[in-house]
């Protein structure tokens, strides 16, 4: 199911012209974040055809691709509604994999643990505080396709870990807690470049709100969920 963009939303029409202005820089930054992330899925699929994985795995890394070139359209195209022209494609947000130097097995799934385990959980947990705000029902069914894509995108990480024999998850252990700091970090980064007031009703709430939901979210989401894999942090 694919929820498309409006051409024009009421919503969007009563927002004064530099709020639009705002936001349409915003949905800009966010589409050349997207295919940043498209560029660390690229990673995720080589790093898995290299070491044993579920066809099931292979399936979503592959389907994940695909789905962040459209995340890029789609914040391409919210990037035109609200600023009122069409946006040009951005040039991909720079994306330098981490190299562990271990065998690749093991590099594979701390991967996959950085990228969809802490990364794409904690964009997850992102998208839950913004979409509920959204005002427009046709932005808030985008909004909600592309959080229900994030979900697919850490369920892949979590049936990896899952799925690689339990030593293996033992040896990925003392890496976990690092990776977590190291995308909380990056996380509070991109968060502090957001307007301090936000825009609620078009999926930005204050920026406090945001950080606190996140900065939550490694004891509520992450901790846990490694804890139940038998990998605790």
Request: proline residues 8%; contains cysteine.
């Amino acid at each position: 199911m694919s929820a498309a963009v409006p051409q024009f939303d009421e919503s969007v029409a009563r927002l004064r012209p530099e709020q639009r202005h705002a936001l349409a820089r915003y949905w800009a930054r966010r589409a050349r974040s997207e295919l940043g992330a498209r560029s660390g899925f690229a990673v995720i699929e080589r790093a898995l055809a290299s070491a044993p994985s579920a066809p099931v795995v292979r399936e979503l890394a592959a389907q994940a691709l695909a789905d962040e070139r459209r995340h890029a359209q789609l914040c391409l195209e919210l990037a035109a509604l609200y600023g009122g022209r069409s946006v040009p494609t951005p040039t991909p947000a720079p994306f330098d994999a981490p190299r562990y130097g271990v065998e690749p097995e093991l590099e594979a799934l701390l991967q996959v643990i950085g990228m969809c385990c802490v990364n794409e959980s904690l964009a997850v947990v992102f998208l839950q505080a913004c979409v509920p705000s959204v005002e427009s029902p046709q932005l808030r069914a985008v909004q909600r396709r592309h959080l229900a894509d994030e979900v697919q995108h850490a369920r892949l990480g979590w049936a990896h870990l899952a799925w690689v024999p339990a030593g293996l998850r033992a040896r990925a252990r003392e890496w976990v807690a690092p990776l977590i700091d190291t995308q909380r970090s990056a996380w509070r980064e991109r968060v502090a470049t957001l307007p301090e007031e936000g825009y609620p009703g078009h999926g930005l709430p204050p920026r406090a709100v945001i950080e606190a939901e996140l900065m939550s979210a490694v004891d509520r989401v992450l901790v846990p969920g490694f804890a139940y894999l038998g990998v605790r942090v």
